[in-house]
């Protein structure tokens, strides 16, 4: 029979006394397989029920997908069955005996058990990560591994992160099952059964009337065609720092809406949607009101271009032009109340206990990048970053010079930002010339007040010498962020491998950055106190010997003969 043109069953089913005939007409089957060895593994599989009023989404071609990745092959399938096939492929699944829809091919999965442990149906704090918008807080029963999952699926979860064919296979069930199932270990190997809402098309909750003293609330959702609401009992409950305060229950009007009168500003509500016949059929947790969105605008006149030459030792790099943009507007701090202050407390409580964090694992390590041989892409890179800042940049680089600074700290694009650097100069660097015969400091000291000139918009221009705690490692803070580097600023990229490290927890970084900080002397101090350097030939012919060795280093362009013109 054709799914698209089938009439659907309407049983009486005492086994599922929370379904009710005629709520829906067809369930899609998604299913996910492994197979190793000719053997078909469950990875995961999912039936959703249609409500009547939907009709039955395109199917893909040949029923789904699948791919080789090395000596297994990944299968995404997606049915449509008539809904009573449809729960009775689910339920096969708890005896082992299951194939895939429409095939005679067997499914392996291992021992399966219910949850809930009956014919029910729960409604999870959080929407699973395989259902679509418009399933809003679904109804769920699964089945749930009672075993260790199969070698062969162990080997694609835990090789996910590390083995290149299994990186790829892991981005190709992104891309087809629409969620990283690899990084649920819930959802591995089980099957759900998907029952949305039969009877409102979405639930929510708005303020519809205020006063000075007191809030109207409404809850309601757009009713589904031909739906019976006579069965419903709407439910808010006003939560204030985590307790209830005040409840209010009662039926939905012909449009699917209830109204309850809250003797104060409401702060958050609970939602809850019953039905006498199918049981709770929504449940939301306490949410907080958006009572105002502040949107600001930039107009082009309070915006300016800032001309950047390249820097002195790549001149044939082009310039660049920096928008550079108004500081953002800074906004007063709400005026405290009892439940703000018992709200800040529970929050500080909440960060010392540390916060709860996604099951999905990232696939890039956005923390982490690895630079070589690609100087250009790495000075864009770390502009990009430098382009965040509100408030302050510093630099930390014992070797800091003139052209890190105009490579990197001319990228910042808001007003107001200061630069700051703490550095530490290699002994007798003041003698060290470049190619025009200017000395370090002093252009150090140019390229300071050309940053300090108010056309530039830059904040304060502090660049310091580290005195009393010397410095070895880099790093790059951008307001309270901070980023590790293995190399300094006018190396990384080049042709050593080096990696620059977002720190996780920056807090102590940033209080022992602050205070080497403030414990350096001013650049402009000390350079013009610096101590005269004294000549030593032996110091002088290792210098020239080290820059003999670099100069043997360097890559040479071979050149083509006369004879291989031929």
Not at 156 to 162: K, M, P, Q
Not at 267 to 282: I, M, T, Y
Request: aromatic share 8%; proline share 9%.
């Amino acid at each position: 029979m054709d799914p698209t043109t089938a009439i659907a069953l309407e049983p009486t089913l005492t086994e599922w006394p929370n379904l009710v005939p005629g709520d829906y007409a067809f369930g899609i089957v998604r299913l996910i397989t492994l197979v190793h060895e000719k053997v078909s593994h469950l990875l995961f599989a999912s039936v959703e029920l249609l409500p009547t009023e939907m009709p039955v989404p395109p199917l893909p071609p040949n029923g789904g997908w699948s791919k080789s990745f090395g000596g297994d092959r990944l299968c995404v399938s997606r049915t449509a069955l008539p809904w009573t096939d449809a729960l009775v492929w689910y339920e096969t699944l708890t005896t082992g005996q299951a194939t895939v829809p429409g095939k005679t091919f067997p499914i392996a999965a291992t021992a399966l058990g219910a949850e809930p442990d009956y014919r029910g149906f729960a409604i999870l704090a959080d929407p699973p990560p395989f259902s679509p918008a418009w399933h809003g807080r679904p109804r769920l029963h699964r089945l749930i591994p009672m075993e260790d999952l199969p070698e062969p699926i162990r080997a694609l979860r835990d090789g996910s992160v590390e083995i290149d064919a299994f990186i790829r296979a892991r981005e190709w069930l992104r891309q087809h099952a629409h969620f990283d199932l690899l990084a649920y270990d819930d959802w591995l190997g089980s099957a759900v059964l998907i029952a949305p809402n039969p009877l409102l098309r979405s639930l929510r909750t708005r303020i519809v009337d205020r006063t000075a003293e007191t809030e109207v609330l409404e809850i309601g959702g757009k009713p589904r065609r031909g739906a019976d609401l006579s069965s419903l009992t709407m439910t808010l409950e006003e939560v204030r720092a985590g307790a209830p305060a005040w409840r209010a229950d009662g039926a939905p009007d012909a449009l699917g809406r209830f109204r309850a009168l809250a003797r104060s500003q409401v702060d958050a509500v609970r939602q809850e949607l019953v039905c006498s016949v199918r049981g709770n059929l929504d449940r939301e947790p306490p949410a907080m009101f958006v009572r105002k969105i502040s949107v600001s605008s930039i107009s082009s006149s309070e915006l300016h271009a800032r001309q950047v030459a390249p820097p002195r030792r790549n001149p044939a790099a082009s310039s660049r032009t920096v928008v550079v943009r108004p500081p953002p507007p800074q906004f007063a701090a709400p005026t405290p109340t009892p439940l703000r202050q018992l709200e800040k407390l529970q929050l500080a409580r909440s960060e010392r206990q540390g916060a709860l964090r996604p099951a999905e694992a990232p696939q890039v390590r956005r923390g982490v990048r690895l630079f070589e041989h690609d100087r250009e892409e790495t000075v864009a890179w770390i502009r990009g970053l430098i382009t965040q800042a509100r408030a302050q940049v510093l630099f930390v680089d014992p070797y800091l010079d003139a052209d890190d600074l105009q490579e990197f700290a001319t990228a910042t694009e808001h007003q107001g930002v200061a630069i700051r650097g703490l550095i530490n100069p290699r002994p007798r660097r003041q003698r060290h010339v470049d190619t025009s015969g200017e000395q370090f400091g002093n252009l150090m000291i140019e390229k300071i007040a050309a940053l300090r000139d108010p056309a530039q918009e830059f904040g304060e221009i502090d660049i310091r010498v580290s005195k009393l705690r010397r410095l070895h490692d880099r790093f790059l803070q951008i307001d309270d962020m901070v980023w590790h580097s293995g190399h300094s600023f006018n190396s990384v990229g080049k042709g050593e491998i080096s990696l620059m490290t977002l720190v996780a927890q920056p807090a102590e970084t940033n209080q022992v950055l602050a205070e080497a900080f403030a414990e350096g002397e001013p650049f402009e101090t000390y350079w013009a106190n610096r101590p005269l350097p004294t000549w030593s030939l032996r110091q002088e012919a290792a210098y020239q010997l080290k820059r003999f060795a670099k100069w043997l280093e360097r890559p040479r362009i071979p050149q083509d003969s006369e004879a291989n013109d031929d």
